[in-house]
């Protein structure tokens, strides 16, 4: 049985801690995004009613970029702690999960082993299809399906209620956009098995994110600002 623990937070006392302060409740606003996103990405992964399975596609991909776009810009903060000698102590000091956690986000941050794969997978979905339409990027992906007869035909769905209303030629136009020109896979692949491949790369760093939030965040509250 799921169970839950609350501490209650003393505002001021956190004021005290400064930038760290600060710091902290950030951190506690990505890891709040990124746990939303990657429920609601969950829930859609899990059958759905017939009549809403026309939905379906489109909402994992919107929360996959979801993810990635929260996670990009909360990479900022995991820099922030890795270059603060007195935060990364207490990184340190976390149990031997949320250090591995650490450190496999870390490695993506620029200069870093994985940084270039983290750019690719992660980083430019944030910047061309969360937040941004890009006109270039659904220019050329709908020149390219439009050329090809097994591309030609889409179609939109509406229904008597607006959850129901899917423009399912959208969620085309962005899975090329994602798949064929930000993750570049070849058309001689398995487009589905590199795709889930890809968004299971990003989904992995989100997880590690929360594992390693959960951990450091109450961990800081505790010592610095609890009731």
């Not at 505002?11 to 429920?39: K, V």
């Not at 969950?42 to 596609?57: A, D, G, L, N, Y």
Request: charged fraction near 25%.
């Amino acid at each position: 049985m799921s169970s839950t623990q609350t501490m209650f937070v003393d505002l001021q006392r956190l004021h005290s801690c400064g930038e760290s302060g600060s710091l902290i409740i950030r951190l506690m606003m990505a890891s709040n995004d990124i746990s939303l996103a990657n429920q609601c990405l969950s829930k859609f992964k899990e059958e759905q009613p017939p009549i809403r399975k026309h939905v379906q596609r489109g909402a994992c991909m919107y929360f996959i970029r979801l993810q990635c776009g929260h996670l990009n810009e909360a990479m900022k903060i995991i820099q922030e702690i890795r270059d603060d000698q007195n935060l990364y102590d207490r990184v340190e000091r976390c149990s031997r999960m949320a250090q591995d956690s650490f450190n496999k986000l870390a490695n993506c941050l620029k200069g870093n082993s994985d940084n270039d794969r983290f750019e690719q997978y992660v980083g430019q979905i944030r910047q061309n299809t969360v937040f941004h339409y890009s006109k270039k990027l659904v220019d050329r992906a709908l020149s390219d399906r439009s050329a090809r007869q097994e591309a030609r035909q889409s179609k939109i769905t509406r229904g008597d209620h607006i959850s129901l209303w899917r423009f399912e030629l959208a969620d085309d136009i962005v899975d090329s956009m994602v798949c064929r020109q930000i993750w570049k896979i070849p058309r001689n692949a398995d487009l589905r098995q590199k795709a889930d491949l890809n968004a299971d790369y990003g989904s992995d760093l989100c997880q590690a994110f929360l594992n390693f939030c959960g951990e450091f965040i109450f961990r800081y509250i505790k010592e610095h600002a609890v009731i």
